[in-house]
């Protein structure tokens, strides 16, 4: 099973990305959506939490402050339930561990919560330490939490003067190490570069909705059973034997059907099949942003260089 966090820009861009990296779930912030909000993803169920003062309505239970604004679903896996969750945390309020903690204490025994944290720690890669990564640092050790970073930047300033730096990483518990791999993403033009953490575990499917009949149903075959099967003759001289009589044939009439109607099968698969010249473009693409990354130079940043294969990656997709 293989998830992401990102903070992207395009939803277009965010669609191609989501299906050149069969990514199965989606973790993203600072999305800015407000109550008004309609956004969908094809193939994709998608939950939000809004800031607080512009939500009146939750599909989710959902986690919810000034400090932490958090969305988490939970899903069925071979072992047993994992909890997934989205986080926020706005730059400008302090957070304190036992803030973290609460938070924490509502995702259950077993979870995964990534996102933008703004908290800086050399734990999880970031360049320096600051009080937010220090509080958040203590609640993971109080909690005997497990972080899962790749040690590279994820922040990508626009001011040249100011220093990349790594805010964007998962906090898991109950998962071991064995189970867990994460890659570096270079994809999507926002200032954050996606996050992807692949979760070595079977998923729990819903079982696809079956009806007695549907387009499939060999209708001669049912008609055949039931004249074949059906009795005439039983006596209806009692309320008893009326009842006995319709219950028998309701089962009739269902195992009939049964046994004339193929099951369906999903229509959807999960199909990441690109062409070429897309993968050429992601790749072209790639390129430049790693160049970028590394010169911080703002000619590598201009239209004609870093945002062309992007514009040629939308239009290509849709």
Known sequence: MKRHYSNPRSTKELELFLKTERVDVALISETRFTHKTNFSLQNYKVYTTNHPYNIKHYLLEQYQTEKIQATSVKIEDDKMATTLSAIYCPPRHIITANDFITYFGTLGDRYICGGDWNAKHVFWGSRLTLPRGRQLYVAMNDLKLDCASHGAPTYWPADPNKVPDLLDFFMMKNFPPSQINIEECTDLSSDHTPVIINVHCKAVLNEYPQRLYNHKTNWDKYRAKIAEAINLNSPLNSEDSVEITIEALNKLIHQAAKESTPLLKPKYTHNSHCSKLIKDKVLERRQLRKIWHST???????????????????????
């Open 296 to 318: 911080r130079y703002p000619r590598d940043k201009k239209a004609e260089s870093f945002f062309v294969p992007a514009r040629h990656l939308r239009n290509l997709n849709t």
